[in-house]
Structure formats: structure tokens, C-alpha cells
């Protein structure tokens, strides 16, 4: 059986959305395989089933297959279903995307057995000239109303709408009404589910030519109308020896860091759950006993567990975002609290 220890590299997905952008500028180059040359992409799925391993004793082997044989080797003990627990993306706007919402696990459960429902949360890499998004329901709109809105085409009226900034950090949980619009390069991680009711497509076609599905009575089923919008949280900021580290939000699904690397940085897996790197800016090298690799721009490194010491050295300055599920009281609380970080100001970026 292979040993799982050190970091291992998986390949981006590409998908073609009939909101998405030709230029993937600043992360990613346009893909060369023939069928998606001349695509709009709207999204690339850095943790997708079927993104496969680059290097290691599995490389070809998918995400999927993966996590499927090794289990908690290569998710850590956090997660105890086989299937890996997150999905994370970045997503390219040209235009609005559907105004849609997310049921929890016990409402997918009872609207669509075998799916898990589905928390997310958006980091804005960029926010170009329109960036704009739809985030819960103004205060006052009944049911009624907001179905009526949804059917004629004119629910932006009635939902929060807000111009977000780069590096703001946004929470979605379940029920969240919610949409994004044009000119917008963002980060989403979730739970592993693409489970997703849309209440309101603006007539659009979709890239077969036919309207695409709504799912009206689902939707408003689980919409929360009296959610609020959980945006504009406080940047929690530390120094570290290699440069930075900035907690952005945790909650029992997910947590996510930025990390600023200006010089080595010497790291370790963990037990509790794997990690995943994303490389946002710069290039550098990963080292590990066995030797090198080096990273770029647009890379996804997963740290599996078993993972002994490995440094990451730059080579220009470099960000990145680590994501993983979380022990919340012990990967966020408590080191914030340690380092003097007010109670407060903690729980703004924590949830249940």
C-alpha cells in the first residue's frame, strides 16, 4: 500500500458556463485540450472527483478514487466518509448567475436522498468595475412576493445587493438567498455537494439552447427569508516568521487562511484533517526529505495527514489559501485568543 506522506499536487477541472470569461487571468492559463479551446469557463474545480494526483506514489489516480481506497490516510480523521469532504472552486463572471439557494443536510436529505446539503462561503479575489452580488432578502418581502419576483424575472429588486471588495470574505450557510453578478474572480469552498435549487435564471438559455431548470417549490421551501447577509468580516491579521497569516472564517464544515509568504516556511500535516494549498500569487519550491517540486500561480497542493515537515520557500512573494475541516475551538479560537485577539472580534469569523 502507498504511504500518503508528503504533499501531493492535483490538476484543475474546467467548466464551460454561459457566464464565464475567455481570459482566467490572474490565476489560471486557458486550457488546451480542443473541446474547451473556444469555452467560456466560469468555473475551475481545483478539488473535483475527478482532478487527478500530478505526483507521488498516486499520481493518475483521482481525487475520487483516492479518497475511496485510502480514506482517512488521505482525508484525516476528521471526516469519516470515504468521500472527500470539500469541494473548492474559482468561479469567472461576465454576467449574473442564477439567483439560487441551498438546502441543509437533513432538508437534502428529505428533498434529494443520497445528496448532503450545502454551506459555502466566497473569498473575492477581484471585484472589477460591475462586480455586484445578491445576498439575502430585503427586510419586509413575504413568500408571496418574492415567488411572484422569481417568476416574472425581477427578484434583484428585493434582495440585498452589495459591491464587495478584494480579499473580502462572505459566508453562505444554508437558506441564504444568494447570487453573484459580472466582473467578479472569487474563491468558494462548500461542502462536497454541487446541490443547488435555482429560483430565478432571468430567461437565460442555457449553453444546450433550452431555458434551464428552475426549481421554485424546493427553493423556497428551504429559503431562510430572514437570513442576513454574513459579509464585510474583521481581517484577522498575525505576523508569523515566514511573513503572514490572516484566519478568514471557520465553521464545523470548513475553515480557510490566507497565508503571505516572504521567506521559507517549515510545516507539517496533521492527523485531524488534510489540508489543501492553493496557490493565489508567486512561485517557489516545496520541500520535503526527498527532494523538491517546485509550485506556481494556480497550483492545489493536498497535505495529506501523514505528511512529516515540508518547507515551502518562495521565490517571489507568495499568497496562498489553505482550507480543511476544522476543530473550530482549537484551530481558531484558541491560537487567536493565545495571541491576544479579543473574544469579539473572534466570533464575527466563527459560525456553528
Known amino acids: ?61 483521482t481525487l475520487a478514487a483516492a479518497a475511496e481506497k485510502f480514506g482517512p490516510e488521505l482525508h484525516g480523521a476528521n471526516w469519516k466518509e470515504r468521500r472527500f469532504p470539500l469541494l473548492a472552486k474559482y468561479i469567472y463572471t461576465s454576467d449574473w448567475l442564477s439567483v439560487q439557494v441551498h438546502p441543509d443536510d437533513a432538508q437534502a436529505t428529505r428533498f434529494d436522498p443520497g445528496n448532503r446539503g450545502k454551506c459555502e462561503m466566497w473569498y473575492i479575489v477581484s471585484s472589477e468595475r460591475k462586480g455586484e452580488l445578491l445576498l439575502g432578502v430585503k427586510p419586509g418581502v413575504g ?102 497569516r490572516r484566519f478568514i472564517l471557520a465553521c464545523s464544515f470548513f475553515a480557510l487562511e490566507e497565508l503571505t509568504l516572504l521567506k521559507r516556511g517549515t510545516f507539517r500535516g496533521r492527523t485531524e484533517a488534510a489540508e489543501v494549498l492553493s496557490i493565489l500569487e508567486g512561485e517557489g519550491r516545496v520541500e520535503t526529505p526527498a527532494g523538491w517540486m517546485g509550485y506556481h500561480t494556480g497550483d492545489t497542493w493536498l497535505i495529506p495527514p501523514a505528511s512529516g515537515a515540508y518547507r515551502l520557500v518562495p521565490r517571489e512573494k507568495t499568497r496562498l489559501l489553505k482550507f480543511y475541516v476544522p476543530d473550530v475551538e482549537k484551530d481558531f479560537c484558541r491560537p487567536l485568543l493565545k495571541r491576544g485577539v479579543r473574544a469579539a472580534r473572534i466570533n464575527r469569523i466563527t459560525f456553528d
Not at 12 to 37: A, T
Open 143 to 244: 413568500p408571496e412576493k418574492l415567488r411572484s419576483s422569481f417568476q416574472d424575472g425581477t427578484s434583484r429588486q428585493h434582495l440585498n445587493r452589495f459591491r464587495p471588495a478584494s480579499g473580502e470574505a462572505i459566508f453562505i450557510p444554508p437558506g441564504t438567498v444568494h447570487a453573484l453578478g459580472p466582473d467578479l474572480v472569487l474563491f468558494e469552498v462548500e461542502e462536497n455537494s454541487d446541490l443547488t435549487y435555482r429560483l430565478d435564471d432571468f430567461g437565460r438559455m442555457g449553453l444546450d439552447g433550452k431555458p434551464r431548470p428552475v426549481h421554485l417549490d424546493k427553493g423556497l421551501e428551504v429559503a431562510r427569508l430572514d437570513a442576513p447577509a454574513v459579509r464585510d468580516l474583521p481581517a484577522v491579521k498575525l505576523s508569523e516568521p515566514f511573513g503572514s
Open 1 to 61: 500500500m502507498p504511504k500518503l506522506d508528503s504533499p501531493l499536487q492535483l490538476s484543475p477541472v474546467f467548466k464551460p458556463k454561459i457566464w464565464g470569461r475567455s481570459n482566467l487571468d490572474p490565476i489560471f492559463q486557458r486550457p488546451r485540450s480542443p473541446e474547451l479551446s473556444d469555452a467560456l469557463i466560469g468555473e475551475v474545480w481545483i478539488t473535483d472527483e475527478q482532478s487527478r494526483f500530478m505526483n507521488g506514489p498516486i499520481a493518475g489516480m
